[in-house]
């Protein structure tokens, strides 16, 4: 009977899915912390899960707010007018290309990233307007706050490739192990 429970465990223990970390971090360059860095792990194997509703990139006061967002592929981003002035707002280059046409005041366009990259995103009428939209193919992502850091939530433990990007920076790639009390720091030279 013993031998029968005991291998009972060890089916119910192997069976179960590694269990879910959050994943803290930080971005530097050099030694200085990096804001709005965007780090991803890969996982083809990742569960489909729901990709997030209600993703803005907000216009106020002649800017994009926030600067850099990172979604996973799938989701539909919209871009409202809150700002005292028409804008048009598109991206031209890699990533998603579109050109949402002048609108006005209290009006939201909304458009699919339906696959992976990266797209800048400018205003024709206001050139100094700029932002960044990473599309990125996992559910496990996070972009730094004003201190360099980030924090990737309820990853499976378990071996990964990181990505990190930051504007006006090459994408860096690295390997991580990720499991309970496991940092990531991510240093560009």
Same mark, same amino acid.
Not at 182 to 187: A, F, I, R, W
């Given at each position: 009977?013993? =031998?029968?429970? !005991?291998?009972?465990?060890?089916?119910? %223990? $192997?069976?179960?899915?590694?269990?879910?970390?959050? /994943? +803290?971090?930080?971005?530097?360059?050099?030694?200085?912390?990096?804001?709005?860095?965007?780090?991803?792990?890969?996982?083809? =194997?990742?569960? !489909?899960?729901?990709?997030?509703?209600? %993703? $803005?990139?907000?216009?106020?006061?002649?800017?994009? /707010? +926030?600067?850099?967002?990172?979604?996973?592929?799938?989701?539909?981003?919209?871009?409202?007018?809150?700002?005292?002035?028409?804008?048009?707002?598109?991206?031209?280059?890699?990533?998603?290309?579109?050109?949402?046409?002048?609108?006005?005041?209290?009006?939201?366009?909304?458009?699919?990233?339906?696959?992976?990259?990266l797209s800048r995103i400018f205003c024709n009428i206001h050139p100094a307007m700029a932002a960044y939209i990473l599309a990125v193919d996992t559910p496990?992502?996070?972009?730094?706050?004003?201190?360099?850091?980030?924090?990737?939530?309820?990853?499976?433990?378990?071996?990964?490739?990181?990505?990190?990007?930051?504007?006006?920076?090459?994408?860096?790639?690295?390997?991580?192990?990720?499991?309970?009390?496991?940092?990531?720091?991510?240093?560009?030279?």
């Open positions: 009977m013993r =031998l029968i429970c !005991a291998g009972l465990l060890a089916v119910l %223990v $192997v069976g179960r899915a590694a269990p879910a970390v959050d /994943l +803290p971090g930080t971005t530097a360059l050099r030694d200085k912390p990096i804001a709005n860095a965007v780090v991803w792990l890969e996982a083809p =194997l990742a569960p !489909a899960t729901k990709v997030e509703q209600n %993703v $803005v990139l907000d216009q106020r006061n002649l800017a994009f /707010l +926030p600067r850099v967002l990172a979604v996973r592929v799938g989701t539909t981003v919209g871009f409202p007018n809150n700002d005292r002035v028409f804008h048009d707002v598109f991206s031209f280059r890699d990533g998603k290309k579109f050109e949402l046409g002048l609108y006005p005041v209290g009006t939201v366009k909304h458009v699919p990233f339906d696959r992976p990259g496990y992502f996070a972009v730094s706050d004003r201190e360099g850091r980030f924090t990737i939530a309820e990853i499976p433990a378990g071996a990964y490739t990181y990505h990190a990007w930051r504007p006006g920076g090459d994408t860096l790639t690295g390997s991580a192990a990720v499991h309970a009390g496991t940092s990531l720091d991510v240093k560009w030279p």
